[in-house]
């Protein structure tokens, strides 16, 4: 597509919703009118343009809080964006790791409400930490002191998970399969891996063959 199968309002604008790429979060709201459309896409990071400074804008150009963009999707009409990014840092301007971090109902809610709800809770809250990296949290420290930490921890969690499988020990066990998944989680935030692409991984092993 080209922007011109875009439709802009009378303003010249279009509504982008920033999305995390992996946590699948929404981070913010802009907006871009042609000219940030097309820079968002010539220089692979989000441009948008300020309608109380009537300006465009770089995001980060200040802060150092890039956006790089994964993907940018336009619905039926063409008259919306969604914009998937790797986040360098937070994407508000509080410093909190999504713009929407304020509830109606005075919570703060991550992921959907089922029985898998928690592994996109864990995915989210994750994200957050490695954008405001929080003095004194545990993820904080994980990230700050790199792959190595963070590997050894997985391996030492799967260890851990072998040896109470062993002994046939379930109470343990299910406290151990947590920390490992939660230190995977954090493995995967590292090295940029979506995990939906793990899923599709899964999908695609168990969708049925054509004879």
């Known amino acids: 597509m080209n922007v ?15 999305q ?3 946590s699948k979060e929404v981070v913010t709201l ?7 459309f097309e820079k968002t896409v010539e220089t692979g990071e989000t441009w948008f343009y300020s309608r109380s400074r009537q300006e465009l804008w770089h995001k980060g150009a200040t802060s150092g809080h890039t956006q790089k963009v994964v993907d940018i999707r336009y619905d039926c009409d063409g008259d919306a964006l ?31 409400s089922d029985r898998f709800g928690i592994i996109a809770t864990l995915e989210a809250l994750i994200a957050e930490r490695e ?23 997985v391996g030492e969690e799967a260890t851990e998970v072998v040896i109470a499988a062993k002994n ?31 899923l599709a991984v899964l999908e695609e092993r168990h969708r049925p063959k054509e004879e």
């Open 168 to 198: 046939r020990d379930a109470e343990e066990l299910k406290w151990e399969v947590a920390d490992l998944l939660y230190h995977l989680l954090v493995l995967l935030r590292e090295q940029k891996l979506p995990l939906d692409e793990v």
């Open 82 to 112: 969604v914009v998937l990014v790797e986040l360098k840092g937070p994407a508000c301007h509080t410093g909190k790791y999504s713009c929407f971090f304020e509830s109606v109902f005075g919570k703060k809610i991550y992921g959907a």
């Open 20 to 22: 995390d790429a992996q």
């Open 4 to 18: 011109d199968d875009l439709t802009f309002d009378d303003k010249g604008l279009i509504p982008a919703v920033v």
């Open 131 to 153: 954008a405001e990296m929080p003095e004194g949290a545990y993820t904080t420290y994980l990230f700050e002191k790199g792959v190595d930490k963070i590997l050894k921890k």
């Open 30 to 36: 802009a907006y871009m009118n042609r000219e940030s």
